[in-house]
């Protein structure tokens, strides 16, 4: 018999029952794939995590993130809050100077950086790789349908595109807050017509009318392929989201090339979160992005795996 401890949190909020749920394995005990996958489907979270010794010496930790159905070579929500849990169990050193992390990924390294405000740990933020454009979609009748709603509700002044940071998604501008409320999400034509291309798979909707004067944009993250309905906070889109607000010129060029923006998102499902992200452009070029936010730690649980 085998236990395995974990720990419950809420990612990208600082109030209880906010923000994405998720689930820290910080025993660093040796697991196979398909365990790990059974036991991400078991706890049924948006993202489940699990922290191993890094194999490079030099960095900190390796992660290796699932959903209910299948392992992410990155994910925002889960690296914050893995960082978060490290850093809240003294489990990684965080005294000055030592709270510059490099944790191990699929996709490579991600560079973390842990704030404290006294003992408290005000903020995980983490570097993601450079956003890359992928082609425009040319059917916004077909994407209106997906959402139930009409063609006239899309801003159509900006594209729907693809924009990764390692996982796609497939952004759709919409222009009312209303709009935003009423999208009912259409399965059916999710799988007929978006599921098979890896980059229109995950659907993400966002518009500039917020409900809170703080945010600069409101978001919906639907992902029917990673067995998440719609997720509260999607740490992995905000590199992406930036770099496409910034580059279509939805929001207002920087004098500097320095752009701060918060993503507001889950309020639909009643999990309200808050993405922060910081992006720099140097000339024509998006040259660093980075996401972060805070966590609040819910509880901690034992699965137990029978030999």
Known sequence: MTSLN????DVFTNSPFGGNQLAVFHDEIELPTETMQKIAGE???SETVFIRPPKNPDNQKSLRIFTPKVELPMAGHPTVGAS???ADKGLISTEPGQNHWILEEQIGEIPVTVYKEGTAISKVEMTQPLPVFGSQFQKPGLVADLLSLSPKD???????QSVSSGVPFLFIPVRTLAAMKDINFRVDIWERQFSKNPYTQHIFVFTM??????????????????????DPATGAAGGPLGAYLVE??????SKDGNYTIRNEQGFEIQRPSYIDIS?????????DVKIGGQSVSMGKGQIVLWD
């Open 248 to 253: 279509h010129g939805v929001i207002p060029p």
């Open 84 to 86: 978060f849990v490290l």
């Open 154 to 160: 899309l801003d159509q002044r900006f594209p729907i």
């Open 279 to 287: 992006l720099t452009k140097t000339g024509s070029r998006i040259s």
């Open 6 to 9: 974990y720990e419950l949190i």
């Open 43 to 45: 706890l049924n979270l």
């Open 209 to 230: 009318q917020t409900e809170e004067k703080h945010s600069t944009v409101h978001s919906r993250m639907f992902a029917p392929a990673m067995g998440i309905p719609e």
